[in-house]
């Protein structure tokens, strides 16, 4: 097993300039295998608290009843008017759901739903590093 992660890195087609990973070659090493990729431009909003459940359930286009724990969906969130702000994919942990979304959305997307957060005997919606 190799132990220099850069080293298995570079194995699995990533590129490093002056020590920094760039980008990817255009050619996997092996097809079908193990992939890297840099979710750099991802982001996740952690919500948590007793009725998490029941608050995502009228915040978000996923059926919140039927995700069972360890399992995961996609969805999208929309304004009172019914215009999309944002899409996600909400992954139930069992203490709490994390919606995997793109990085510059997560700002407006805590903004809005701890508007109604409030409202719950649930925790802040935190965005999570």
Not at 14 to 25: A, K, P
Not at 58 to 77: C, D, F, K, P, R
Not at 89 to 97: A, H, I, P
Request: overall charge positive.
């Amino acid at each position: 097993m190799l132990t220099d992660w850069k080293t298995y890195l570079s194995t699995q087609g990533v590129v490093f300039n002056d020590g920094q990973l760039t980008g990817f070659s255009q050619t996997p090493t092996q097809l079908n295998a193990n992939t890297v990729s840099v979710l750099s431009k991802r982001a996740l909003v952690s919500v948590a608290g007793t009725d998490r459940q029941k608050f995502l359930q009228g915040q978000i286009s996923t059926n919140m009843l039927q995700l069972g724990e360890l399992h995961h969906a996609t969805g999208v969130a929309c304004s009172p008017k019914g215009r999309m702000y944002t899409s996600f994919r909400v992954l139930n942990t069992g203490e709490r759901y994390l919606l995997a979304m793109n990085s510059t959305l997560t700002e407006t997307t805590v903004e809005t739903l701890n508007k109604y957060a409030v409202f719950f005997p649930v925790s802040p919606c935190n965005p999570t590093t």
